[in-house]
């Protein structure tokens, strides 16, 4: 079984910059993909809108709305993946799920992160 600890979010104004953590621990039998999904206010678990997301051997790739303003980053070794969320919008209002995949293609949740942009 795998754990994940989600950090970060928060509430920042237009412009700001936030930074969500994952951290992955358990039965990992080898993490392949590491990323963040996000939920945005009233839409439903199946529309959560891929943000970012980055493999073992740092292939990234991120959705439409966020390119140019997020990074995504890893550290193998600890198993944990970052989010830097810069020159944030209101739209970006969300709560950020991270997802992680094994090598078999099994696949955790974190418990999600509130991200809020208002000023």
């Known amino acids: 079984q795998v754990q994940i600890v989600e950090s970060g979010g928060g509430l920042a104004q237009p412009g700001g910059s936030l930074r969500l953590s994952c951290a992955a621990s358990?039965?990992?039998?080898?993490?392949?993909?590491m990323g963040w999904y996000r939920q945005a206010p009233g839409k439903q678990r199946e529309q959560r809108e891929l943000v970012a997301t980055i493999t073992a051997s740092s292939n990234t790739l991120y959705g439409d709305s966020v390119k140019g303003r997020f990074t995504i980053s890893r550290d193998n070794a600890k198993n944990t993946a970052y989010l830097q969320m810069d020159s944030l919008k209101p739209e970006d209002t969300a709560v950020y799920y991270c997802k992680v995949v094994n090598k078999y293609g099994s696949a955790a949740w974190g418990q999600g992160s509130q991200v809020t942009v208002s000023s």
């Open positions: 358990g039965s990992l039998f080898s993490i392949n993909v």
